[in-house]
């Protein structure tokens, strides 16, 4: 069974762009996290999506939104970049809602100059 | 905040057992302990959890004290490829909340 992929694998953006990032969930898994990885700040989540539905959210600004689609692959998007925001961006599905186990990407290194 | 606190940074001999420690004195009843690890640049990995008893799968042991309180994550026999970040994390029904985790060095 294929893994959860990230797309694109790495990306570089200036102060002020938008970027959207997506994920492919492990066939016939129903939920999507995301999560911001930084030297400084550590895994830090961002939102987790079932069905559809964005179920929880972490603390980080409207800049960061997601949204899943009926096939449950993801997207988030972070508008306004920030300098802040170079990152490794990992997403994370699972069969059902947390606490079920989840199994991450490779994740998105995004890089903002 | 992380709920859990482990040790910065451990080594170990390959071949030999690697026990890694986590407390998580603030534990609630209904909330599982779950170790990921993450190898450089890679993604995160699941190894295993436990709500009250010990478990084993094909990669770990994890033992739990009675009180819940602490934990071990125990690798029976470590290997170079071993060498990762360990994180301890406790949770349930709500996001995986990771801390700062216990960075392992497996040396021949």
């Known amino acids: 069974k294929a893994g959860v992929t990230q797309t694109p694998r790495y990306l570089i953006k200036t102060r002020g762009q938008q970027v959207t990032l997506s994920c492919s969930p492990i066939?016939?898994?129903?939920?999507v996290s995301w999560y911001q990885q930084t030297p400084g700040q550590g895994l830090q989540f961002l939102f987790e999506y079932f069905s559809e539905t964005q179920r929880n959210k972490g603390n980080f600004p409207g800049r960061f939104s997601g949204r899943q689609f009926s096939n449950s692959r993801s997207e988030m998007n972070v508008s306004t970049l920030e300098l802040g925001d170079s990152a490794l961006y990992l997403c994370?599905?699972?069969?059902?809602?947390?606490?079920?186990?989840?199994?991450f990407g490779p994740g998105t290194r995004l890089t903002v100059l | 905040d992380a709920k859990t606190t482990q040790p910065t940074s451990m080594d170990c001999a390959e071949g030999r057992a690697a026990n890694l420690p986590c407390n998580h004195s603030t534990i609630s009843g209904n909330e599982y302990v779950y170790w990921y690890r993450q190898i450089h640049s890679q993604g995160p990995q699941y190894i295993i959890h436990g709500l009250k008893n010990n478990e084993t799968n094909e990669m770990a042991s994890l033992i739990i004290t009675e009180d819940r309180k602490s934990s071990t994550l125990i690798l029976p026999h470590a290997t170079l490829r071993d060498t990762a970040v360990y994180y301890c994390i406790v949770g349930s029904g709500t996001a995986l909340i990771f801390g700062k985790g216990t960075t392992l060095s497996v040396s021949s």
């Open positions: 994370a599905s699972s069969l059902e809602v947390l606490p079920d186990t989840q199994y």
């Open positions: 066939s016939g898994h129903r939920s």
